[in-house]
């Protein structure tokens, strides 16, 4: 088992997605709306394919709607 701090919360799995853009897949989330932050390091997006995540790192995910 491994933890990943999501957005405050810890999200236990049975094994850590291998890199963000894994991480936001597992989450059904729309990379193109979202802004990442791996342990306080904002993640360029073309850079989610190749940061790799770890037990125990910190994540935050902002994500962008549109409204009126």
């Known amino acids: ?3 990943l701090k999501i957005n ?3 999200k236990i ?3 850590v997605p291998s890199t963000m853009k894994a991480l936001l897949e597992f989450l059904n989330v ?3 709306t ?3 932050e791996v342990n306080g390091q904002i993640i360029p997006r073309g ?3 190749n ?3 770890q037990d125990g790192h910190n994540v935050e995910l902002i994500r962008f709607v ?3």
């Open 1 to 3: 088992m491994a933890i």
């Open 8 to 10: 405050g919360e810890n």
């Open 13 to 15: 799995f049975e094994k």
């Open 30 to 32: 729309d990379d193109a």
């Open 34 to 36: 979202v802004v990442a």
């Open 47 to 49: 850079s989610f394919h």
């Open 51 to 53: 940061t790799i995540l």
């Open 66 to 68: 549109g409204g009126g």
